[in-house]
């Protein structure tokens, strides 16, 4: 525990530095776009909350080698794998210039070089097909480099209000965490925990006030280790299923899917931003504007009471993943029964087909 506290005191202390130079660097930094299909905010926010995350993760990586941890090593070839994916995100945050195909490119290149620095592959997966997909050594890595750039990807696409990926992410971590300790895995333990830390620190400053995001940089770097912690977890111990790593990280994933899906059926661009994802229709359709308030707060007000939703429907996956994580037969069906709990949900949510009790009042 000692990493995590170590990693949440300097994400918490750098982040709130970030927020207070923002004068400095709001022109780079900042998010002023407010009229954006996906933008919930009132007023320009710093995008670089992944400086205060990659501070506070450095810093436990050096606690590890001052400390001479046999771990020390593993973590800077963690963090130095994570580099790409953080830089491209952190790029686009400063400059709005990197685009999504490029950014995930970046990712993918984190993954392969955790694949050979640390032998991050995945070898098995519990699904027909694939299976003999991987048995092949390219096979595998290229399986593993869409993986993991897929996931930091979802994880960006999710980060669309206040506390919603950086939330999640956490309880990803808490569960790789609780995972890897049930089958003595240190390394996944330890770099989860100090992950974990250093988002908390951010998370404080993030809900319910709003005062800086994750930015790209943030969430491709918090993304990219939550799946690559996955996928860590499950080629060093066989005995935990490939499964569960699908289905702790099946909220971004399909979320992600059903995107997709809906845009091509629409005959738009994939990659194009639109303001009916679900986070997106929960908040417009179950949240309702406190009307005592001023126009300012009650948006920052619904933006932060969004949320919650989407962390229940998150625990719905990881729960279950944390409970069954050596059952392939358990996860499966957990997985299919998330899909169809997360298809009714939406389509429910547009056809204004909800119980009464999900939507929020003053």
């Known amino acids: 525990m000692t990493f995590f506290f170590l ?3 300097v994400s918490l202390v750098a982040t709130r530095l970030v927020i207070r130079s923002g004068g400095r660097h709001a022109h780079l930094s900042a998010d002023h776009d407010l009229d954006g299909p996906q933008k919930f905010h009132a007023q320009p926010v710093p995008r670089v909350g992944g400086i205060g995350l990659s501070m506070a ?22 963090l130095a794998a994570a580099l ?6 952190l790029l686009e945050d400063l400059t709005k210039n990197v685009s999504p195909a490029r950014r995930l490119c970046a ?19 519990d699904i027909p097909g694939v299976d003999q997909l991987v048995q092949w050594p390219l096979g595998a890595v290229a399986l593993t480099m869409l993986v993991v750039a897929g996931v930091a990807n979802a994880t960006n696409i999710i980060d669309g209000f206040n506390g919603l990926a950086s939330m999640c992410g956490m309880l990803m971590l808490l ?10 895995d240190r390394l996944v333990v330890t770099a989860a925990l100090m992950t974990a830390g250093a988002v908390l620190g951010f998370f404080l400053w993030n809900y319910p006030a709003g005062l800086i995001f994750l930015g790209d940089g943030g969430a491709y770097l918090l993304g990219f280790l939550v799946a690559e912690l996955g996928v860590l977890l499950i080629a060093r111990n066989p005995g935990v299923s490939p499964l569960f790593a699908l289905l702790l990280c099946a909220y971004p994933i399909f979320e992600t899917i059903f995107t997709i899906y809906r845009r ?3 005959g738009a661009s994939a990659s194009h931003p639109d303001g009916i994802h679900l986070h997106s229709l929960v908040h417009r359709r179950l949240i309702r504007p406190l009307l005592h308030e001023s126009p300012g707060q009650s948006l920052i007000t619904r933006n932060s009471m969004t949320s919650p939703y989407l962390w229940l429907l998150c625990s ?11 059952s392939s037969a358990m996860l499966a069906a957990c997985i299919v029964l998330f899909i169809v709990s997360y ?3 939406y389509w429910g949510i547009v056809r204004f087909r909800v119980p009464r009790w999900l939507v929020a009042r003053h």
């Open 107 to 125: 990712t993918a290149l984190s993954a392969a070089l955790a694949a050979w620095w640390l032998d991050g592959v995945i070898r098995h997966t």
């Open 175 to 184: 569960a790789l965490a609780y995972v890897g300790l049930q089958v003595g």
């Open 343 to 345: 298809t009714v949900l």
């Open 7 to 9: 990693s949440f005191l």
């Open 57 to 78: 993760l450095l810093a436990a990586a050096a606690m590890a080698q001052l400390t001479h941890s046999p771990l020390a090593h593993s973590l800077w070839l963690l």
């Open 264 to 266: 091509k059926l629409k």
């Open 84 to 89: 790409p994916a953080f830089a491209a995100g």
């Open 316 to 326: 719905l996956s990881v729960i279950p993943a944390t409970v069954w994580w050596r």
